[in-house]
Every structure is written in structure tokens, then in C-alpha cells.
């Protein structure tokens, strides 16, 4: 008995994987958090996309010595403001032009590494993501983006909420709607930033988009989706990575994964009721 | 007595991707008015009403508004995203954005918004959620939410669209006595009879103005021809206008051979 107790605590007793572990869980709650938006706004070809920006702007300050989180942070923020402004004006093409300047960066990103990067092992941790390289400061990060996170939510909820359903209206009401959408993707590239090294740019979409599903399935109020779908992304990630220990597979891959499993289990059990729910979400 | 200018339209246009879809439009909004825009599908009914309310920004002339004029919104339901999880009572108090802030409603809030939903007939219905109400109750929802900003201007669009004659009286009945409180009120409609001929005054919209004035000045078959592109008889029934369709004989002439 002793024995399998220690056994299942064993990952606990190397750094690493606390570390590891502390950031996935709050990357996981941070973007069920932000899912939300995404999910609601139909925007995940956002989260794809700046995803793929931020990983050019990764790749670029590796090559050039640049601290990742001054170059990304630039880089991500800067490509996050002008997605941002492409989609507000709900041009025709707008999601081909986002595709075509977010997959660019990715492959400039790309070319770098193979041209001036060490390693394919590098590569691979930025596309998958890698719980070694966690530091302190990943830590620090991630928890400073999710608090600024949720005190911007908490204080201008009605806005978000407002911006979120009706664009329209609210402007007319006197939401600066343009101010909150571009608050909007400024914390979602942050997100993408702090989280990107313990996921990976491959998979964070994913991550932000399932959790906020899967609480949509169970409400049908903003206000609980709100608190819902963090706990529904902290929870997929401690899992997944914890489990990602024994299996010894990816722990971004097993995150996602058990947050699948979590979606079917509750597609299941919902029934008719959750698939109504899910079905006006545009392409999720 | 000539109540003060709200709004103002002055040789006014707007347009989509260049296209044109309002021209030249000479328009005023006075306090205690109470219009009607009625015109065919695609006419500019919603574009007048929202240039009016500033989302969108004419390309050509421009719109005057009193300074700091509140003005509720109430879209036509078509544009309404049914799906998105908000509750009755979260519509309603989502437009005290900026001062309502955080996600808690005070119990002052709270009792603003029951009470404005009890007056519009959806007493007790505050924790559904919008797409588990009938038409009737859904167009209500967002009559609340306008109204729980405190209009001096409601602007509505299409309100008795798709709702049953007597929900349409109960709507009428409503703004008449909002607008008894002295809320302005503008809205556009299909529905000449039911409820354009009962308002003080109407716009005829085909991209232009074709004519503003009161229901029996406005609705003549030569006007509705010119706004409406198709032949329309006018009736005199107890001093009221009602519009009968021109091809009402033909189609029941052709449907008397089927039977
Ligand atoms: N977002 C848009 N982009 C491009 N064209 C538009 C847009 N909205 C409206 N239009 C065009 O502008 C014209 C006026 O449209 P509008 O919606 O104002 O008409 P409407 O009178 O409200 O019609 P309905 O009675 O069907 O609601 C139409 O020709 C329409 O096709
Ligand atoms: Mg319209």
C-alpha cells in the first residue's frame, strides 16, 4: 500500500515536474479563461493564428539572443493588435489574410531555427512544448498574466460581456468597444506567450478552445462559463500532465487529450441538451 | 408646441463596400415624436436606424444629435445571437456598463430590472435563458434591456415582427405609454396596417425618403407604389388608412379557378 502511495507521488519528488506541473495547471486555468472569448466570438482561427505568430517571434529572439519573452512578447503582442484589426473590420478575407501573415511568421520562424538554431530538439520544444525547460520565471509569468487576467474580466465584466454579445449595441451604449477588443487580444497574446513553452504552439488552440466548450455544454450563463471553464482547463492539464509522467507520452499531447476525454464524457452525458448548446458556437 | 431637435439627419447618406444604401435623406427627430419607417425589404430601414444611433457614420452630409442624448436600442431579432448563454436578467443589466461594473448585480439593479421586466409581462422569467422564450417574450427581453438604460430616445427595429396580434397590441400598447412618459420613440415595421397606420407620423424609405407625414398624408396608393414598387389599393375604414394589396383580386381570381 505504502509502496503505490509513493509510487503515484514519485513525479512530485523532481523539480522539474513541479514546476512543470504549476504552470501547465495555470496555463490551463488562464486559457479556459480566456476561451471563452474565443469560443463565444467564434474566433479560434485567432488563437491558431497567433499561436503561429508568436512561435516566428520565439524563433527569432533564440536566433538572435534576445531574451524569449521581450522578443515573443513584441512580436506576439504586435501581430495580436493587428489580427485583431483585420478581424474588426470584417472584411471579406480577413481570416485568408490572418492565415497568410500568422503562417508566414511561422514558417520565417522555422527557416531561422534550421538556418542559425542548434538543434531539432529546440524545434520540437517549441512546437510541442517541454516541461524541462520550465524556469522559475515561466512560473512567475504565467501566474502574473493570469492575475491581470482576471482583475481586467472581474472589473470591466459587464463590458466584456456587452463587447462579447452585441457589439453593436454596446457601442451605442457606450462600451468602447474597439478599446475592449484590442484588451481582448493584448491578454489573449499574452497568454499565448507565457503559455507557449509548456504547451507548445501546435497544441494551445486546442487548449483554448475545448475547456470553454466542454463548460458550454453545462451552462447556459456567461457568468458561470466564466468560472467553469478554468477549472475545466486546470483540471485537463494537472491530469494530463501527471498522467504524461506514467504513460510517458507528451505532456501537452496527454493535456489535450484528457481534455478530450473530458469534452466526449460531457457531449455524452448532456445529451441533446449540450449539443444544442455547442451547436450555435461557429466553428469551433 | 414643437418639441426640441433630438436628432438630425442632413442630406444624409450611407453606404456598404461604396454601395449606396440610404441617399440624401432630410430627416428630424423632435422631442415626443413618435415615427414609423416603413419601406420593402433591403430599403435601408435598418441603416437609417443606425446612422441614427451612431454605429455607423454617413459617407456623405451628416447627423446632429443633442448633446449626451440616451438612446435604447432594440435590434431586430434576426441579429440576435440566440445561441449566446445569457440569462434574461443578464441582458437586461448589461447596458450599466459603465457604471455597473463588476459581475454582481446590486440589489438596486436588481430591483430596476424586476421591475421593468414585470411591467413588460416577463415577471419571473429573469433566470431563463433568452433562446427558451417565445418570439413574443424574446422581442420583450430587449425592450427591457433598452429600457433599463433609461431612454429619452428608443429606437426599435421591426418590434412585431413575428409576433402574434395580440402581442402586437400589448407592444403598442406599451410604447404608447412610454411614449405618454415622454420617451421619444422611433421604430421601423413591416406591418402597415397592424401598425403603421396607428402612428402619429410615418416615413415612407426606398432609399430615399419618399414621404413623411401623417398616416392619412402618407398612405396613398401613389406614395405606396412609389415606396413599395408594387400596386397597393387605400381603404377609409372609421377614419383610419388600411392598405389592401393590388394584386388581392388577381391572386384570389386565379386562386377561386384552383378550387
Ligand atoms: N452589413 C452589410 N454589408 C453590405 N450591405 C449591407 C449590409 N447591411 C445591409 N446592406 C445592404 O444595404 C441595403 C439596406 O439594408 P437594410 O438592412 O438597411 O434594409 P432594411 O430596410 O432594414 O431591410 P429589412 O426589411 O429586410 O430588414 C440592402 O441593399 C442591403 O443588402
Ligand atoms: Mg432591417
Known sequence: MIHVVAGLTTPFRYQFFNNGIIVATIAGALCGLLGVFVVLRGMSYIGHGLSHAVFGGAAASAVMNINYFVGAGVWGVASGVIIGRIARRRLIGADAAIGVVTTASFALGLALLNRYGQAKKSIEAVLFGSVLGVKTIDIIAVSAVAILSVVIIVALYRAFLFATFDPEVAEVSGVRVAWIEALLMGLLSLTILVTMRVIGTLLISALLVIPASVARMLTNSFARMLWISPIIGAVSAFTGMYLSYFLDTSASATIILTGTLMFIVVYAVTGIRGRTRISGLHHI | ?259
Open chain 2, 1 to 259: 408646441m414643437i418639441g426640441e431637435v433630438l436628432v438630425e439627419c442632413a442630406h444624409m447618406s450611407c453606404a456598404y463596400n461604396s454601395t449606396l444604401a440610404i441617399k440624401k435623406i432630410d430627416f428630424t427627430i423632435r422631442k415626443g415624436d413618435f415615427v414609423g419607417i416603413v419601406g420593402p425589404s433591403g430599403s435601408g430601414k435598418t441603416t437609417l436606424l443606425k446612422a441614427i444611433l451612431g454605429s455607423i457614420s454617413p459617407v456623405e452630409g451628416h447627423v446632429t444629435k443633442k448633446p449626451h442624448l440616451r438612446m435604447g436600442y432594440v435590434p431586430q431579432v434576426e441579429t440576435v445571437d440566440w445561441n449566446f448563454p445569457v440569462t434574461v436578467l443578464e441582458v437586461v443589466v448589461m447596458t450599466r456598463s459603465s457604471t455597473g461594473r463588476l459581475p454582481r448585480v446590486t440589489k438596486d439593479e436588481l430591483a430596476d430590472a424586476l421591475l421593468v421586466l414585470e411591467r413588460l409581462g416577463l415577471g419571473g422569467l429573469e433566470n431563463r435563458h433568452i433562446r427558451e422564450l417565445s418570439g413574443g417574450q424574446q422581442q420583450r427581453v430587449f425592450v427591457a434591456r433598452a429600457l433599463f438604460h433609461r431612454p429619452e430616445l428608443l429606437v426599435l427595429d421591426e418590434p412585431t415582427s413575428g409576433v402574434d396580434v395580440r402581442t402586437r397590441h400589448e407592444v403598442l400598447h406599451l410604447l404608447a405609454d412610454l411614449h405618454d412618459e415622454g420617451v421619444s420613440i422611433i421604430l421601423s415595421t413591416h406591418d402597415l396596417n397592424g401598425l403603421a397606420a396607428h402612428l402619429p407620423r410615418l416615413v415612407c424609405l426606398n432609399s430615399e425618403i419618399i414621404a413623411d407625414g401623417s398616416p392619412v398624408e402618407v398612405l396613398t396608393p401613389e406614395v405606396l407604389e412609389q415606396t413599395f414598387g408594387a400596386p397597393m389599393e387605400v381603404l377609409i375604414h372609421g377614419g383610419m388608412p388600411v392598405v389592401v394589396d393590388g394584386v388581392g383580386a388577381d391572386i384570389a381570381e386565379r386562386m377561386s379557378r384552383l378550387g
